[in-house]
């Protein structure tokens, strides 16, 4: 049987106090991450947050600034919030160092929220906030998986705002750029603590950036649970001026709440900027409405294992 068990296999990053280190088995894989619980109540529910590509669970518990950590902010509001290492990073990387595509990590990912939920109360049930590639994986458990709550989103869009071509030929400076944004934008010692954070992007990974745009073409449809998609100031990996927000938003026709935002003051790697705290206070108040919404409709199960509809309006 699947368990979730306190990771002691090595020494662990610097986290914030009361977030802790755990690992969860699924599908073969033992995954690792960070868990926050709230201190003195069950949870209302039970936020999962997914890393981007090349960067581990602790980009959701930042520590160049108190304020970043979106783990102990969660977890003072009521919520519990498991911030895993996805398939191929962290303690699955020696198990799987190629990775997985996006498919196999859905099905791992599944895996999982039923693992950790046969040992820990999960309230509500499970709502996802994910960044950059973590967005990809999911929408496309969103598009999968039932039961889920609600899904919140940075960092990723429909299109890319620059060719695979163009990709390859990238500086290595301007990669860095287009990931962060100006300097400016992120506390002092971040790029020092983000150092632990940083990881290899697994090659099966990496060779399904460039089909994105078509996988999530067939994916949109499907999405049935609320949706909101954040998208930086200074975001330069994908197309976000209004023809391509109308474009990307039209395709999610079956999602019955769709917003898409923009955070001032922010790059790529908004969680680990100065933006962090208001970004999260917003990505936690629409999961606050979203449970509010299932609460008014009667109809409206709670569990996992059971649909989730909203009545706010598209």
């Not at 919030?81 to 990775?99: E, F, I, K, N, T």
């Amino acid at each position: 049987m699947s368990v979730s068990r306190p990771d002691r296999t090595a020494p662990p990053p610097a986290h914030s106090a009361g977030v802790r280190p755990l690992l969860l088995d699924a599908a073969g894989l033992t995954l690792s991450g960070l868990l926050a619980t709230p201190p003195d109540r069950p949870p209302r529910a039970t936020v999962v947050a997914v890393h981007g590509g090349g960067m581990r669970a602790g980009y959701f518990d930042g520590q160049a600034h108190a304020d970043l950590s979106l783990l102990t902010l969660g977890a003072r509001l009521g919520f519990t919030v498991l911030a895993l290492d996805r398939p191929g990073y962290g303690h699955s990387a020696a198990q799987a160092p190629a990775g997985l595509t996006l498919d196999e990590q859905c099905a791992v990912l599944s895996q999982a929220l039923d693992a950790f939920a046969e040992q820990h109360p999960v309230g509500r049930g499970f709502l996802l906030l994910a960044h950059s590639y973590g967005g990809k994986l999911a929408l496309t458990a969103a598009a999968h998986t039932p039961g889920l709550l609600a899904l919140d989103a940075s960092g990723v869009g429909h299109r890319y705002g620059l060719g695979p071509a163009d990709h390859r030929r990238l500086r290595r400076h301007l990669e860095w750029e287009r990931n962060w944004g100006p300097l400016g934008l992120y506390p002092s010692g971040t790029f020092r603590a983000a150092e632990a954070l940083v990881a290899p992007i697994p090659a099966r990974e990496a060779a399904e950036v460039a089909l994105w745009p078509q996988m999530f073409d067939a994916l949109a449809p499907r999405i049935a649970i609320p949706l909101r998609l954040t998208f930086a100031e200074h975001e330069a990996w994908w197309l976000h001026q209004e023809p391509d927000i109308a474009d990307l938003t039209s395709r999610l026709s079956t999602a019955p709440v769709v917003r898409v935002e923009r955070q001032p003051g922010s790059g790529h790697n908004i969680s680990l900027g100065r933006a962090a705290r208001s970004y999260h206070l917003r990505a936690l108040a629409f999961f606050e409405e979203c449970l509010q919404s299932a609460d008014d409709d009667p109809a409206g199960p709670p569990a996992r294992s059971r649909p989730t509809t909203s009545t706010a309006p598209h």
